[in-house]
């Protein structure tokens, strides 16, 4: 195959008016993103890799990326600035390059531009990926990659659950796990992992639809509500009884953080993983029930999948472990998306659609991949 000699990507144009949701129709003078085509440079500067973008990870924390120009406000990882091409955790096809090490063939995973072909530097790479075990490429953005490595690593880590690696509690007397956000990619495997590799005696999912939470208790939770009835916090009550949740894992904040705080058992852990209800708009994201935190003595411990980077592949064997005896689904917990439309351009500018659906309600179970190639 000759190299391509242009790339079509997608540009982060402008933050909302007031930090709002995004716009995501490319064809909107108002729209955040918009596509263009441009020309690649033949020549790679020293490092670089000529990528062809195979597959794009979905991320809530993308949203936490977009900055104005000129905000140089703390982030735990380098943002994305208006005007430049828009990022997210990927797959691709090294076609060139010019690192030592990665070549032309291998298949790495890393920061991938929103683009169908991108020239990035080699510090944008994470790993190769091992082509030779046969799996599908999708695991590694997924049950292999990093959305389960972060529902691990908050149980065992964060949670303060490892021990039950080892050492199963005695039956009914395991840790009572509650997870929100729990239909998505890391509270599905949060479910899971709780209840078939941790022991936990009960197991709470909050997800967005009665289809969802269906599909949370198949996982294995014992009780999943809609958290969008408003009596959801009597079905979470009437379940617990006289009993309190021992590890909240937390990827909303907001008003069910505030709800979980009052329901945690002294000396209870609070895995803070993530707030997506505040990303849009900061303020849903406020806790009104602090003081729980000060009389229960609750721990909250935030964390970023990141800081484990030694002990993963410690962790990706358990987990490989764990999805061969079918304690891990990975039927029904992978979506992948195929971009539609006739043009580069048409296809690309799907990208923006497809990302919103983790914030509007509307996003399938489990891991949301792009297939751009
Ligand atoms: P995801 O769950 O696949 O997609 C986002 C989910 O959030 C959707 O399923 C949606 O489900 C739910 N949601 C959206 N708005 C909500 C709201 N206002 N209130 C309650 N739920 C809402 O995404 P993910 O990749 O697994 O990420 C989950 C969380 O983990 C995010 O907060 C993310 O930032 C965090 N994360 C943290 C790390 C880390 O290292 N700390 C790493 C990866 C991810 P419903 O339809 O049920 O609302």
Partial sequence: MSLP??????IFERL??????????????DSTFSVKTVKL????????????TLLLSNDPTQRTWLRKQGNNARSYIPPVYEGNVMESFGLGEVLKSTSEKYSKGDIVSGRIDWADFAIIPEAKILNKIDTKSGLPLSYYLSVL???????????TEAGQLGKY??????????????????????GSTVV??????LGASKVIGLAGSEEKCK?????????????KDSDYQDKINNFLGDSYVDVYYDNVGGQILSFLLTKMKEFGRVAACGAISGYNDPKESYVTTWFDIVAQCITVEGFLVFKYKEKFPEAIKILSDAIKEKKIDVDDSIHIEKL????????????????????NGNKPNGKLLIEVA
């Fill in 41 to 52: 440079n033949e020549n790679l500067k020293n490092g670089e890799l000529l990528i062809k």
């Fill in 145 to 155: 990659g990093m959305t389960s490595l972060t529902a691990f690593f908050g149980l």
């Fill in 215 to 227: 599909w949370v208790e198949r996982l294995g939770a014992d009780l999943c509500v809609n958290y």
């Fill in 340 to 359: 539609k439309g006739d043009s580069p351009e048409q296809k690309l500018s799907e990208i923006p659609k497809i990302w919103n659906l983790l914030f």
């Fill in 5 to 10: 000699t242009e790339a079509t990507q997608v």
């Fill in 165 to 186: 690696l080892k050492e199963k509690p005695e039956k009914g007397k395991g840790p009572i796990v509650c997870v929100s956000a729990a239909s998505g990619a890391v």
């Fill in 16 to 29: 909302p008016e007031g930090d709002g949701e995004i716009i995501t129709d490319t064809s909107k003078p």
């Fill in 192 to 197: 899971q992992i709780s209840k078939h590799l």
